[in-house]
T-cell receptor, first 114, second 114 residues
């Protein structure tokens, strides 16, 4: 079946601009996660949704970062006033059963802030 | 908060050599443990997982890992590597109870030479 999809695959923007990154989870998966991976590092947790609500947003680095999942399926990660330090690969994952916590990852969006 | 250490950052092996990648975690409670693999140009894929069952876990492609609670370790092993195992390997931990974030190590880049 179809896996997690993310769009765009690459995004280049200028410092100070606003960006939106989209994640389409595996159909039927109730849990959705966003991570950020910088060069040479493992993925770092940003936010977790169970259904429509953000169950854990403790990983969001500051208030420039925001994510929504209005219908409990597709999610959008929004970054305001982008900074060069925001450059990274943004990964989305979904899970069929949060209690088992097995997460399936998408290909990521590579964000470059010039 | 939990943390993960992967001590081997780069490993180079010849085909048919045996592999062991180290992973140690820090957390005061019970955990689920994972190994993910990222082949060149591909997204993160689950290699194997531990969910409080048999401490010796079998995964795909001949990989296995052993959870040693007293050592807080979850080392990945394969008796005979192939060139196609060239990839980056990430160990991850999550507290049990469901819905929790994965905390990843920094990854081990494995190169298998013919």
């Amino acid at each position: 079946g179809a896996g997690v999809s993310q769009t765009p695959s690459n995004k280049v923007t200028e410092k100070g601009k606003y960006v939106e990154l989209r994640c389409d989870p595996i159909s039927g998966h109730t849990a959705l996660y966003w991570y950020r991976q910088s060069l040479g590092q493992g993925p770092e947790f940003l936010i977790y949704f169970q259904g429509t609500g953000a169950a854990d947003d403790s990983g969001l680095p500051n208030d420039r970062f925001f994510a929504v999942r209005p219908e409990g399926s597709v999610s959008t990660l929004k970054i305001q006033r982008t900074e060069r330090g925001d450059s990274a690969v943004y990964l989305c994952a979904s899970s069929p059963e949060p209690s088992r916590n097995e997460q399936f990852f998408g290909p990521g969006t590579r964000l470059t802030v010039l | 908060a939990q943390s993960v250490s992967q001590h081997n950052h780069h490993v180079i092996l010849s085909e048919a050599a045996s592999l062991e990648l180290g992973c140690n975690y820090s957390y005061g409670g019970t955990v689920n443990l994972f190994w993910y693999v990222q082949y060149p140009g591909q997204h993160l894929q689950l290699l194997l997982k531990y969910f409080s069952e048999d401490p010796l876990v079998k995964g795909i492609k001949g990989f296995e890992a052993e959870f040693i609670k007293s050592k807080f370790s979850f080392n990945l092993r394969k008796p005979s590597v192939q060139w196609s195992d060239t990839a980056e390997y990430f160990c991850a931990v999550s507290p049990t109870g469901g819905g929790n974030k994965l905390t990843f190590g920094t990854g081990t880049q494995l190169k298998v030479e013919l």
